[in-house]
C-alpha cells in the first residue's frame, strides 16, 4: 500500500515515545497527553506480559526505568502495573489504556516488538478492532508484518 506525499507518516514529527521529558518519562500517560496538547502524532511500542496483557513500552527488560532486573514476558500483569518508572509515580500502561487517551486525537505508529508470544500481531488488530482514530503498524519483524497482511490488507504497514 502506498501513501501520498501528504500523509501525517511523511509530513509531520512524531514523538517518539510520547512527548517526555525528566518529569514525563517515555511511554507514559503524561508523555502521550503531552504529545496530543503539541499535535504529534505519537510512536509506541508494544510488549506482552507473560499473562497475555499487551503493554506499551520500549525495552524488553525493565531495569532502565524500573530499576527491576527482568523482562517484560516473564512478568504478570499485575506485577508490571505495581511498577513506576523512574522517580514518578507514572506506571507502564496498557494498549486498552494509550487508546483510550489517544482516542482518535492524533495517528499512532505503533511497532509490535519481536517477542515469544506469537499471537501479538491478531491481539494488537483486535484491540484496534473499534478505535477510530489513524494509524500505522510496523515491525522489524517481517513474519508479523506479513501476518497483518493476511489478517487485515487495509492496516497501513512497514
Not at 59 to 72: E, F, G, Y
Not at 82 to 100: A, G, N, W, Y
Request: with cysteine.
Amino acid at each position: 500500500m502506498r501513501i501520498d506525499k501528504n500523509h501525517w507518516l511523511l509530513t509531520n514529527p512524531i514523538a517518539h515515545r510520547g512527548l517526555w521529558n525528566e518529569k514525563m518519562p517515555e511511554n507514559t500517560i503524561l508523555a502521550y497527553e503531552n504529545a496530543i496538547k503539541h499535535g504529534f502524532p505519537i510512536e509506541i511500542d508494544l510488549q506482552k506480559s507473560c499473562d497475555g496483557e499487551i503493554f506499551v513500552y520500549h525495552d524488553d527488560d525493565l531495569l532502565r526505568l524500573t530499576n527491576v532486573n527482568a523482562k517484560i514476558k516473564d512478568k504478570s500483569k499485575e506485577f508490571i502495573k505495581s511498577l513506576t518508572l523512574l522517580d514518578t509515580d507514572q506506571k507502564i500502561p496498557t494498549l486498552t489504556e494509550v487508546l483510550e487517551t489517544v482516542n482518535g486525537k492524533v495517528p499512532l505508529l505503533i511497532e509490535i516488538k519481536n517477542q515469544p508470544d506469537k499471537n501479538i500481531v491478531k491481539d494488537t488488530l483486535k484491540a484496534l478492532k473499534d478505535y477510530n482514530g489513524e494509524y500505522a503498524i510496523q515491525s522489524f519483524n517481517p513474519l508479523y508484518l506479513l501476518q497483518l497482511k493476511k489478517l487485515d490488507k487495509s492496516v497501513l504497514r512497514g
